[in-house]
């Protein structure tokens, strides 16, 4: 049996448990807004010595964006977990809620028109599709996990 694995932090804090991985990071939280300022700086500490800025700023973009849309989907606090895995090609994310009922739309096929970028909701999705590749959802027992590729490369 592996030995666990021990947090970032050193001591747990209520809505943050970080778990390092040696090419990436798994983070269980709460969402609220000040968190996801804080999920950007975890995403530069763990990617910035590997990547290129320019991915690790899209990565931290496409956790915003996902994790947002969990908090205006479930309200303050919703529990979630991040996955953030590189390999030589790509950085593979995964954002994880308890709700099993509702998911981002699928991916959209054409590019959007002068009223899609006047909305106030849906771009999000729009620049996950754009600056991401093969973005789905899956859906669990226990919830939903919306995937995503990012270039390693740019």
Same mark, same amino acid.
């Given at each position: 049996?592996?030995?666990?694995?021990?947090?970032?932090?050193?001591?747990?804090?209520?809505?943050?448990?970080?778990?390092?991985?040696?090419?990436?990071?798994?983070?269980?939280?709460?969402?609220?807004?000040?968190?996801?300022?804080?999920?950007?700086?975890?995403?530069?500490?763990?990617?910035?010595?590997?990547?290129?800025?320019?991915? +690790?700023?899209?990565?931290?973009?496409?956790? /915003?964006?996902? @994790?947002?849309? +969990?908090?205006?989907?479930?309200?303050?606090?919703?529990? %979630?977990? +991040?996955?953030?895995?590189? =390999?030589?090609?790509?950085?593979?994310?995964? +954002?994880? =809620?308890?709700?099993?009922?509702?998911?981002?739309?699928?991916?959209?096929?054409?590019?959007?028109?002068?009223? =899609?970028? =006047?909305?106030?909701?849906?771009?999000?999705?729009? @620049?996950?599709?754009?600056?991401? %590749?093969?973005?789905? /959802?899956?859906?669990?027992?226990?919830?939903?996990?919306?995937?995503?590729?990012?270039?390693?490369?740019?």
């Amino acid at each position: 049996m592996p030995a666990p694995r021990i947090p970032i932090t050193a001591r747990p804090e209520p809505g943050w448990f970080l778990l390092p991985e040696p090419a990436g990071f798994r983070l269980h939280l709460e969402v609220t807004a000040p968190v996801l300022a804080r999920v950007r700086a975890t995403t530069r500490t763990h990617l910035g010595g590997h990547l290129p800025t320019d991915v +690790v700023e899209i990565v931290e973009l496409i956790l /915003t964006e996902l @994790l947002t849309n +969990v908090h205006n989907a479930l309200g303050p606090h919703a529990p %979630a977990s +991040v996955s953030v895995i590189r =390999d030589k090609d790509w950085v593979r994310l995964v +954002v994880a =809620d308890p709700d099993p009922t509702a998911g981002p739309p699928a991916p959209r096929l054409h590019r959007p028109g002068p009223a =899609d970028l =006047d909305a106030e909701h849906g771009r999000g999705l729009f @620049l996950i599709d754009t600056l991401g %590749a093969h973005r789905h /959802t899956h859906y669990t027992a226990t919830g939903k996990q919306v995937h995503c590729q990012v270039p390693a490369v740019r």
